[in-house]
Nanobody, 118 residues
Framework: QVQLVESGGGLVQPGGSLRLSCAAS????????MGWYRQAPGKQRELVAR???????NYADSVKGRCTISRDNAKNTVYLQMNSLKPEDTAVYYC????????????WGQGTQVTVSS
């Protein structure tokens, strides 16, 4: 009913930049949060950045100062600009949305691979 489609992942050298995009479509009543999680091999999934309907953002300590999350409400799209990338940023990045009016539900994208390597 709700689909999250990600784009922008790929291979980048240390110090490089990537911009991830996630567009939500389908039966969207209300978007409470949209954001990005990542999961590296052998590690638990962790929050990278999140933005709520009022534009309030939250970042993991590991990416503060290097990443910026933004949202285009008209397109139901969230972006993650990542700069000064490090090898430890390598992971599968998953778009996430908390959607619902009166009741809410979590939705996840299929994931996009980000690899930071020389």
């Amino acid at each position: 009913q709700v689909q999250l489609v990600e784009s922008g992942g790929g291979l980048v050298q240390p110090g490089g930049s990537l911009r991830l995009s996630c567009a939500a479509s389908g039966s969207i009543s209300f978007i409470n949060y949209m954001g990005w999680y990542r999961q590296a091999p052998g590690k638990q999934r962790e929050l990278v950045a999140r933005i709520n309907g009022g534009g309030i953002t939250n970042y993991a300590d590991s990416v503060k100062g290097r990443c910026t999350i933004s949202r285009d409400n008209a397109k139901n799209t969230v972006y993650l600009q990542m700069n000064s990338l490090k090898p430890e940023d390598t992971a599968v990045y998953y778009c996430h949305a908390d959607i619902g009016w009166r009741t809410s539900r979590d939705y996840w994208g299929q994931g996009t691979q980000v690899t930071v390597s020389s």
